[in-house]
């Protein structure tokens, strides 16, 4: 590919789509904050200013047992994503520790600090770029398993592309690392067709990367991916949540699968219920296999969409944290997201992983998409319409499922998760 080096050249990259931690905010500079166009990243005081709801939020899922399941009453947890082997706390903390180094490293143009779902720099008048950096965590694994190398292909672009959407910039480029433990040139040309077929899709160039050969890093057939992704906004068309307000209502565009996070739970839920990656899906045509790997979904059309007709006012890539850890990043403080639960239907496969597990429904959404991969934010009185321009986008429904109101930043599922009127929830066939 042109523009590929190959070698073992030193790199930096940032935590893969599985497990990911979101980089908290810093403070703005003094001064910058009526002047940022991306001050809202930082969240001066919004509008949403009414008492505190005085519900507890799902975002703490430790502040309490969560609601009986299969996964058994309070109390009895299931399986966790920690036990599986990824330690969100622990994540947290690492952000917590390079928040000051990456402090030290600015140029004047970077606009903002760390928390938003990319990276601003300001190029020319009035125009900023955005840049992303991610990888496709442990589904890897499950791709190399099935010889599914252009679907993880895909998967990394999409990873990357989407987080650039959440705040209205227009991709323009694609970057990968493909390292390998032995170099197949066959394997890697699939990879790499499948990034190709992504960037057209999103309409974004494959601009170039790096093919690194490692023998002794990886394991006898390994590989492992990562994407960076640059795109473009105006500052004044910059979506960061700052118009969020009480009433406003959040779509959920429906997600094609677990997409890209989870599946260190996933492949741990298989093992321990003694389920084999070609059994067939209760409920579905499918196998797990199948359902786990497709790939994860590209919403540029949707997004452009959305953005030429409407409103929108906030929007959040639903990856590592769920709705409860990547909702909240969008709104102002005094403003947290009441989500319906039951408002859409969650896909069988996750249904089967909570089962199973079982998992608590309280650690299912702090770790999966639960069918939303997309959330969008826009005035009440746009909602419907917006979710009907959507819906014939994406060729399915777009629920509106749920609504911003005053209270502490945050995220709460009203009627609470596992409630049993959940649309499309009814007993999985030997599940």
């Known amino acids: 590919m042109k523009g590929r080096d190959r070698g073992e050249g030193p790199g930096r990259g940032g935590a893969g789509g599985e497990g990911r931690a979101a980089r908290r905010p810093d403070p ?5 904050r ?3 166009p991306m001050a809202g990243t930082n969240r001066p005081a919004g509008p949403c200013r009414a008492p505190a709801s005085g519900r507890t939020p799902l975002a703490d899922p430790a502040s309490s047992g969560g609601p009986e399941s299969s996964a058994g009453p309070a109390g009895a947890r299931g399986l966790t994503y920690r036990e599986a082997g990824v330690d969100l706390d622990a994540a947290e903390a690492v952000v917590d520790r390079i928040a000051g180094e990456a402090a030290r490293a600015r140029r004047p143009e970077v606009v903002g600090g760390l928390g938003a779902f990319a990276g601003f720099f300001r190029w020319g008048q009035g125009l900023l770029l955005a840049a992303t950096c991610d990888g496709v965590g442990s589904k890897l694994a499950v791709a190399l398993q099935f010889d599914a190398l252009e679907a993880i292909g895909r998967d990394l672009v999409a990873m990357n592309v989407n987080d650039l959407l959440v705040h209205g910039a227009e991709p323009l480029f694609f970057l990968d690392y493909v390292a390998v433990e032995r170099l197949d040139p066959e394997r890697v040309a699939r990879v790499v067709r499948g990034m190709a077929d992504a960037c057209r899709e999103a309409g974004c160039a494959l601009l170039g990367g790096e093919t690194a050969e490692v023998p ?5 057939g390994g590989m492992e ?3 960076f992704a640059v ?3 105006a500052a004044d068309r910059l979506v960061d949540g700052r118009r969020v307000e009480p009433g406003d209502a959040v779509l959920g565009l ?3 699968g677990p997409h890209s996070n989870g599946f260190s739970l996933i492949r741990r839920v298989v093992a321990a219920a003694g389920a084999r990656w070609h059994d067939p899906l209760p409920g579905t045509s499918r196998t797990l296999a199948e359902a786990a790997l497709v790939p994860t979904r590209l919403y540029t059309a949707v997004v452009r969409r959305l953005r030429a007709e409407f409103d929108v006012r906030a929007m959040a890539h639903i990856t590592g944290g769920g709705l409860p850890g990547n909702l909240p990043r969008t709104l102002p403080p005094g403003c947290r997201a009441v989500l319906q639960w039951g408002r859409w239907p969650v896909p069988p496969l996750f249904r089967w992983i909570q089962r199973r597990g079982p998992v608590a429904w ?3 959404a702090r770790v999966f998409n639960l069918g939303i991969g997309f959330a969008v934010v826009v005035p009440a009185g746009q909602a419907r319409a917006a979710a009907r321009a959507a819906s014939e986008v994406l060729g399915e429904e777009v629920p509106v499922i749920g609504r911003v109101t005053a209270g502490p930043r ?7 998760l596992g409630f049993d009127a959940l649309r499309g929830a009814g007993p999985l066939p030997g599940g």
Not at 28 to 32: I, L, T
Not at 216 to 220: D, I, N
Not at 410 to 416: L, S, T
């Open 28 to 32: 703005p500079p003094p001064g910058e």
């Open 34 to 36: 009526g002047a940022d």
């Open 216 to 220: 002794g890093l990886l394991p006898p």
């Open 225 to 227: 991916l990562a994407g």
């Open 231 to 233: 795109g473009s906004v």
């Open 254 to 256: 429906p997600s094609s």
């Open 362 to 364: 309280d650690e299912m």
């Open 410 to 416: 945050g995220v709460e599922f009203d009627p609470p």
